[in-house]
């Protein structure tokens, strides 16, 4: 359960910051 919380919030950090990214 802890790895699949850690797993979500990894994915949504990273789904923020790809179009930072792009924007860059």
Do not use: M
């Not at 359960?1 to 923020?16: D, E, K, N, T």
């Amino acid at each position: 359960v802890i790895g699949a919380a850690r797993r979500a919030s990894l994915f949504r950090a990273f789904w923020l910051l790809v179009p930072a990214l792009h924007a860059w």
